[in-house]
C-alpha cells in the first residue's frame, strides 16, 4: 500500500560528471525538476579527481564530450587530441556555464545514503550536513572507475611522507628533487611516469604485471583540423553511436588476420602503430578480439614495438606481458612511458616474481630483496569498477535490501540501467553496460532513462519495477557473450574488466561485451517497446 507524498524533486542523481551534466540537460528538456549531488568541491567527476602529472583523455577530443548541443559543439575548440584533466575541467565549466546548470549542482555534498521508501513510493536520500532529501527517482550518476581501491600493505600507516591514491593527488605537491615510489603499472602510471621523471630526482615504478600498451601521438588541433571536426559533427556522432566501442571510429575493416597475407598484415599494423590511439585495434582488423592466433599476431607486435625503445634488456624482459592475450586487460595509451625508462633517475622494480613488496616503512618499501628509501609514494593501484561508487554508498532497495549484499557474487543489472528490487533506481553505465567512450553511452544512458520517466509520466504512472526475470535475462545474455571473448582471461591477470584486481572477492562479468552499438539498439528497441523490462505501477 503505497500513500502519494510529493517529493523535493523528480530526480536526484549522485555525481556531477558528464553523466550529471547529461542528465541535468535530458531532464529539463523533459521538464523533471532534478537536483546533483556531488561530494568534489567542483564539476567534472574523474577530471576533478584525477589531477595527477599527466591525466589526460585517452580517447580522442572530438569525441570525448557532450552531444546535445549542435551549438556548443561548434563554439568550443580543444588544443590538443588527447586534453588533459585542466582543459577536460574547463570544457565542463564551459557546458555548466552555457547551458545555466549550476543552480541543479549541489557540490561538497555527501551523499551518505539512498533508501526506497515502498510505503510513498519515492527514495530518502540523506546527505552529510543532516538533510534528507526525497524524490521520485534517483539516479547513480557516480561514474565507473571512481572509487579508488587502497592496498593494505603492511604498514602503510606508518610512511612518514606522502603517501596517497593516485586519485587524491595533493594539490601544490612539490615533487620536485624527491625520491618518488609509484605502486602499480596501469594506465595512470603509464600517464604519469613520463611527466613525473622530468622533474622528480627519482622514480621507482613496482609493477605486478606488465601490460601492452599502445601509442597515443599526441598533436596540437591545429586551425585547419578544429574547422574540419566541427564541419563534420554529424557523422562523428553517428559513428560514435555506431561503433562497438563508442568510437568515432572507420570500424569494422572488413578484413581479418586469419585471411590476409602475413606481409600484408604486418604492413598494415605498422602503418596504424604510427596514427596512435585505440584504432589500432578497431581500425586494422576485425578479429583481433575474437581469434587467439590473431590477437597473438598483433600481440607480439606491440610487444615488440613497444618495447623497441627501452634499451636495457633486463627492463624490457620486466616490461613484457607474459601469459594473457592482448586487451585481457585494458591496454593504456603510451605518451612516451617506455622511453622514460632509459633515464637514469627512472627504474623498474617486478613486484611479482622478482621481489614482492613485504611492507612500508616510515621512510621506504621494503621488498623480499631489500629496503628502498622515498619522499613520496604514490599509490596507482586502481579502481573498484562498475560497482565501486553504488557499493560505497548504502543503497537499500524493497525490504531493505542493500544494493552491495545484491551484487555479493553477481553484479546482476538490467542492461546496466535497472537493478531488480530497487525501483525507481536508475544507474547510468552501471555494471553489465558496454565498457565504450564514456560520454556516447552516458547520453545514450540518459536519454533511455528520462525517456522511462516521460513515459511513466504520460501514463500517469510513477512507479517502475524493474523485472526478475529480465534480470536474469540479461545477466545470463552477458556472460554467454563474455564466454565468447579473450577477454574472459583478464581474471588471470587482476583485471578489473572483471573486478578481478579486487581481493576476497569472485571475479566476474561487469561488461556486456556485445557492442556499443549493439547496446544502444537494445535500449532503443527497449523504449520504442515501451520498457518490457519493468513493470509500471500507479501510486494511489
Ligand atoms: P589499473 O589499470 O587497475 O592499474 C592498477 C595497477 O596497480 C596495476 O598495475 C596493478 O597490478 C597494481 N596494483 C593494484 N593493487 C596492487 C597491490 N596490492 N600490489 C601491487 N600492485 C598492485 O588502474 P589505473 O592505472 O588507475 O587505471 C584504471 C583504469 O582507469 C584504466 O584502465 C582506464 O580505463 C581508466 N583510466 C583512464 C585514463 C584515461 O582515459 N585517460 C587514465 C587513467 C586511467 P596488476 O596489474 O597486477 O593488478
Not at 382 to 394: D, I
Amino acid at each position: 500500500m503505497t500513500t502519494r507524498i510529493n517529493p523535493d524533486h523528480d530526480i536526484i542523481a549522485v555525481g556531477a560528471g558528464f553523466a550529471g551534466l547529461a542528465m541535468i540537460h535530458y531532464a529539463r528538456e523533459a521538464g523533471l525538476s532534478i537536483r546533483v549531488f556531488d561530494k568534489a568541491s567542483d564539476i567534472g567527476g574523474t577530471w576533478t579527481w584525477n589531477r595527477y602529472p599527466g591525466a589526460a583523455s585517452d580517447s580522442e577530443c572530438y569525441y570525448y564530450c557532450l552531444t546535445f548541443s549542435k551549438e556548443l559543439l561548434q563554439d568550443w575548440s580543444w588544443s590538443v587530441r588527447y586534453p588533459g584533466w585542466e582543459e577536460n575541467l574547463r570544457y565542463m565549466h564551459f557546458v555548466a556555464d552555457r547551458c545555466n546548470m549550476w543552480p541543479h549542482i549541489q557540490l561538497t555534498t555527501r551523499v551518505l545514503s539512498a533508501d526506497f521508501d515502498e510505503t510513498a513510493g519515492l527514495w530518502r536520500v540523506r546527505t552529510a550536513d543532516g538533510q534528507e532529501h526525497t524524490c521520485r527517482y534517483f539516479v547513480s550518476a557516480m561514474g565507473m572507475i571512481s572509487e579508488p581501491i587502497m592496498p593494505d600493505f603492511k604498514g602503510i600507516d606508518t610512511f612518514q611522507g606522502p603517501c596517497f591514491h593516485s586519485a587524491r593527488w595533493p594539490e601544490g605537491l612539490d615533487y620536485a628533487g624527491k625520491r618518488v615510489a609509484i605502486i602499480g603499472s596501469g594506465a595512470t602510471t603509464v600517464q604519469m611516469l613520463p611527466v613525473l621523471a622530468e622533474t622528480a630526482g627519482d622514480v621507482t615504478v613496482f609493477q605486478r604485471t606488465a601490460n601492452f600498451v599502445m601509442p597515443a601521438v599526441q598533436k596540437t588541433v591545429t586551425p585547419e583540423w578544429d574547422a574540419e571536426i566541427k564541419a563534420h559533427y554529424d557523422e562523428i556522432i553517428r559513428k560514435c553511436r555506431q561503433h562497438v566501442f563508442g568510437m568515432a571510429f572507420d570500424s569494422p575493416v572488413g578484413r581479418t588476420i586469419a585471411e590476409t597475407a602475413p606481409d600484408e598484415v604486418q604492413r598494415i599494423l605498422e602503418e596504424h602503430w604510427t596514427r596512435g590511439s585505440f584504432r589500432f585495434v578497431f581500425e586494422t582488423f576485425d578479429d583481433l578480439l575474437s581469434n587467439p592466433e590473431s590477437n597473438r599476431v598483433a600481440g607480439d607486435f606491440v610487444i615488440r614495438k613497444m618495447l623497441s625503445e627501452v634499451e636495457d634488456p633486463d627492463v624490457r624482459d620486466m616490461l613484457t606481458p607474459k601469459g594473457y592475450p592482448f586487451f585481457a586487460k585494458r591496454p593504456p595509451l603510451d605518451h612516451g612511458y617506455f622511453k622514460t625508462f632509459n633515464r637514469k633517475n627512472v627504474h623498474l622494480v617486478d613486484i611479482n616474481e622478482r621481489e614482492p613488496i613485504v611492507e612500508i616503512t616510515p621512510t621506504g618499501i621494503r621488498t623480499t630483496r631489500q629496503h628502498y628509501e622515498f619522499d613520496i609514494i604514490v599509490l596507482a593501484t586502481g579502481f573498484q569498477a562498475y560497482t565501486g561508487a553504488q557499493e560505497a554508498l548504502p543503497i537499500r532497495g524493497q525490504g531493505g535490501l542493500l544494493l552491495k549484499d545484491k551484487w555479493e557474487t553477481v553484479s546482476s543489472s538490467i542492461m546496466g540501467v535497472f537493478v531488480a528490487g530497487f525501483p525507481n533506481l536508475f544507474m547510468i553505465t552501471g555494471p553489465q553496460a558496454p565498457f565504450a567512450n564514456l560520454p556516447t553511452s552516458i547520453e545514450e544512458n540518459s536519454k533511455y532513462i528520462v525517456n522511462c520517466i516521460r513515459r511513466m509520466r504520460d501514463a500517469g504512472d510513477n512507479l517502475c519495477v524493474p523485472r526478475a526475470d529480465a534480470e536474469a535475462a540479461w545477466v545470463e545474455h552477458t556472460a554467454d557473450i563474455h564466454r565468447q571473448t579473450l577477454m574472459a582471461q583478464g581474471d588471470k591477470v587482476h583485471s578489473w574488466m572483471m573486478g578481478a584486481n579486487l581481493k576476497n572477492r569472485n571475479p566476474r562479468v561487469l561488461i556486456y561485451f556485445g557492442g556499443a552499438n549493439v547496446y544502444y539498439d537494445k535500449l532503443e528497441a527497449s523504449a520504442a517497446a515501451g520498457f518490457p523490462e519493468v513493470t509500471f505501477e500507479r501510486l494511489s
